[in-house]
């Protein structure tokens, strides 16, 4: 039985919730048609009630209390844009608990709680989607949950995160130092005063543990996703990375095998000639591998507000159309059993290390050894610049496919060798 | 109401309807759980009974005749894969008619027969779905309709056909020329020993024309599309194209104004830094363009058995999964108005040309003469090979924007230049 109007309560007018309004307000013909009803915003939660003017929202819309959302009869759906924790946690339970269907775009409220919110709306009979959670306007939830349903994902190998990738493009393209290019990226408003979540891939393991939740069907939280950012990265390694044929990118990775998942965000050489490797900038893309689909990629802005309105205003839309049909899809809780995130020092994969060592003959037969006691066999060694002055040689090495606990023992105890002033850096290398 | 079992007619036995088959009977109890049905193959129809040994399919589903699929009121789903417009239309009509919901990967059908069938679906209160028609595997059809639903959508750019973007990319990689590029094609099956639906752009056509009646709105049948193959490209036009910095791929393009719509397939000269330029091979890549979005693109495999036989079930799922919540997504018929194909005159763009002139002082004096008669103004030319026998040299002229009726009576007149031999090629260029 359609409803003539649907009504909407907004929590938080930030960047996002600036976007959404703006479309709510502007494309009210374009989505009632899509939805039969007309989508009316009641109410926005705002402390800063000065902020309706630059909006267009009528003052009397404003409220200072979340509670006027939950108490208001007239309101269906609560957007949920504030970010962060807390309180959003709290309030996505208290609307969902009050029979509100809920729309977030909060990826770390749904990677931490995520079964206790999917079983509470099961529970109180409504929706609750977060596609805006991962990946801004890129669909991404809806294709994972809906068009690949007839596969089994295998792995995923995702740039989630626009700052880093920002910051990674120019250390590549121009050559700079992290730090120059975290400034540039702030200065861009492309980072933020405090950008440890970003460029430590924080931000990425939340997305991704939401990403391989929904692919794998077994929930994964972000205390299980091994993070680490991209600031031990040097121009140096760009330069070598590219000599060798490689790109570096910040990658969030999920590989299933039958029994056990890998679920890791770090730093990833991948040869220049994939898809990933050209994507620079601010941009996100998605590479998702199913048995019947084979390599898929989704591509586009991860962030800012008008793509990530895009998500945001589909799952009202989806909501929506779903009241007017009489029927709610819940959401679906993981259904696959049996299988744990393999600890990190149980990975296996391709290791680029940078060393200073003592520029004379016979050093590289000593890490050789070391390397091999370990099962560590080396794919090729460079010998980057020499400096007579302090008698030092930088080397680069590439191994092939090794354990993650076994090169990290091995690498303590290279550091160990007389010969060996110094580990300068190791990255992962995926091909 | 929940129904324990949903029944599935198939009629098409061929290479997507074989990889179909193989998901239906391979992967029963992941099916019956994202349904809550066991989703059960009913009857297939299919002349040569032989095949049912190969595939693992009882003797007994096979039926020569498709209206044992009508009349079987325990079949809610018919699945349609026989491909070319006869009599797979009428048969889905029937199908229709009948009261059954339908899938079907017809690209054919669906951009030629769209508001038909369309209308009848809706007059029968059943399913047509049709995300395997376009981009195998790759979701299209739902994102587009649904995650992308608060977009004005303004551009799309499509590689669409596996066929003519592997003969494309070997022309490209490997120097050849067409013909023996479609030789290799079709040796290793990647193209028909008919292969002219492809390389002249009709395929490409078929699925323009869906996704543009999806994006904008406004019907659009493949009549009213422009389409031109990719036979006339020589191994030497790969050659300038990569000195000028450009690729060459085969696109459809469906761009939308206030009032008009661009439709049109053929070659297109892109700058190599563009995304779409790396896609290789058999891949297709569908960048689309919306207010909100910004630039989207989807990547993967766009044909092939498994890839697309994940289209067909997530469309079969997807109806499943309707008929146990009571409730059927009709298919939307497209609701613009007002809009018209503009015809390929009126397009503006730029362009390559390549010619065969006198290697004398004055030529491109002459030809400049006769570009800037009909506005069109040159940003570069290059003269390439001389040949001091003939005493002509192949020149090669890049345009600013210009349009399209402007440089085909340009040429024209160019052609009939005393100092002109011939007019090799030109291509239109996208930026």
Do not use: C
Request: hydrophobic share 40%; glycine share 8%.
């Amino acid at each position: 039985m359609r409803k003539n109007s649907i009504g909407i309560g907004l929590t938080g007018l930030g960047v996002i919730g600036g976007g959404t309004v703006k479309v709510l307000l502007g494309k009210p013909e374009a989505l009632a048609r899509s939805t039969g009803s007309q989508l009316v915003l009641k109410r926005v939660v705002e402390i800063d009630t000065t902020k309706h003017g630059a909006m267009g929202i009528p003052r009397n819309l404003f409220t200072t209390k979340f509670s006027d959302l939950l108490n208001d009869p007239d309101i269906d759906i609560i957007i949920e844009l504030i970010g962060g924790e807390h309180p959003a946690f709290e309030y996505i339970q208290d609307a969902l608990t009050h029979s509100k269907h809920v729309v977030t775009a909060n990826k770390e409220v749904m990677s931490k709680h995520w079964s206790e919110l999917l079983s509470l709306a099961r529970k109180h009979n409504v929706a609750l989607r977060y596609e805006a959670s991962v990946g801004g306007g890129i669909p991404l939830i809806a294709p994972f949950q809906e068009d690949l349903i007839a596969n089994d994902i295998s792995a995923i190998y995702a740039i989630v995160n626009g700052t880093t990738n920002y910051i990674l493009t120019q250390m590549a393209k121009e050559g700079t130092d992290f730090a120059v290019a975290l400034k540039q990226a702030q200065e861009l408003g492309y980072a933020e005063a405090d950008p440890s979540k970003d460029i430590d891939g924080v931000d990425a393991a939340y997305k991704l543990a939401i990403l391989a939740t929904i692919a794998f069907g077994t929930e994964i939280t972000p205390d299980k996703v091994y993070n680490e950012g991209i600031s031990r990265l040097q121009a140096r390694d760009f330069r070598y990375a590219k000599e060798l044929g490689y790109a570096i990118k910040l990658l969030a990775i999920a590989k299933r095998t039958d029994n056990s998942i890998e679920a890791r965000v770090h730093p990833v050489f991948i040869p220049e000639d994939f898809l990933l490797a050209k994507v620079d900038g601010v941009y996100n893309a998605i590479d998702v591998e199913g048995d019947l689909v084979g390599k898929l990629i989704f591509y586009g802005q991860g962030a800012g507000p008008s793509a990530t309105s895009s998500a945001v205003i589909a799952d009202i839309v989806s909501i929506a159309q779903d009241i007017n049909r009489g029927t709610i899809t819940l959401p679906k809780l993981p259904s696959a059993k049996g299988r744990t995130v393999k600890p990190m020092s149980e990975i296996e994969t391709r290791y680029y290390m940078r060393m200073n060592v003592a520029d004379k003959p016979g050093v590289l037969a000593q890490i050789s050894r070391v390397l091999g006691d370990h099962n560590i066999s080396i794919s090729s060694v460079i010998q980057k610049e020499r400096d007579p002055s302090t008698q030092l040689a930088e080397i680069v090495i590439m191994t092939h496919r090794a354990r993650e606990k076994a090169v990290q023992q091995a690498l303590e105890e290279t550091q160990h060798l007389a010969v060996v002033k110094e580990i300068s850096n190791f990255v992962r290398v995926e091909a």
